[in-house]
């Protein structure tokens, strides 16, 4: 099942099928990384996931070099396998991994449970078509690897995502309206 809801000027267009070609169009979804409108941390997330998910994105991490550091409290370790990490004590503080697919793009990926992989990313530093088309290749990877929704939600309204990786489409699309401002 396709998860495309449409994507105004970039509809039928493939991620990787001409260089240059933008999963989507900054003037067409601005409002979505509008912190006034969305919170200036929304989520990202693969629901339905699985600890092997979990290191699947560890090893895409590993493998496509991103600068990334790993933190247990404010204590930076080597990255750890993720059945390790998602074993802690329940009471244990939630640790986090920092990565930076450019060097001013962060995503910060929190291990709070094996069944959904999340992550934070600032809407500030994902302003003008350029920063768009880095975060949309971010999310294509991720869900590429891992053969699965990669969705964003507003801060603080889980569960109603603008946009994501499609599967079936193979490229990040809108799942809502553009909100006209």
Same mark, same amino acid.
């Given at each position: 099942m396709s998860l495309v809801k449409g994507n105004g000027g970039a509809s039928g267009r493939r991620a990787g099928q001409h260089v240059g070609v933008a999963d989507l169009l900054w003037d067409d979804v601005? $409002? #979505? #990384? %509008?912190? %006034?409108?969305?919170?200036s941390l929304p989520d990202v &997330? @693969?629901?339905d996931a699985s600890v092997e998910d979990w290191q699947a994105v560890l090893d895409l991490v590993a493998e496509k070099d991103w600068k990334c550091q790993y933190y247990e409290g404010e204590t930076v370790l080597p @990255?750890? &396998? =993720?059945?390790? @990490?998602?074993? &802690? +004590? =329940? %009471? =244990?503080? $939630? +640790? %986090?991994? &920092? @990565?930076w697919p450019t060097p001013d793009v962060l995503a910060i990926f929190r291990f709070h449970a094996d069944d959904e992989v999340d992550c934070d990313v600032d809407l500030r530093e994902l302003q003008g078509q350029e920063r768009l088309d880095v975060f949309c290749g971010f999310l294509r990877e991720i869900g590429r690897r891992l053969g699965k929704p990669v969705l964003m939600d507003p801060e603080g309204d889980y569960g109603h995502p603008v946009l994501g990786f499609d599967v079936e489409a193979d490229r990040v699309v809108l799942l809502a309206d553009p909100q006209v401002r």
């Open positions: 601005k $409002c #979505f #990384f %509008d912190p %006034d409108l969305m919170g &997330r @693969v629901p @990255v750890p &396998r =993720a059945e390790a @990490v998602l074993s &802690r +004590p =329940a %009471d =244990a503080e $939630c +640790p %986090d991994l &920092r @990565v």
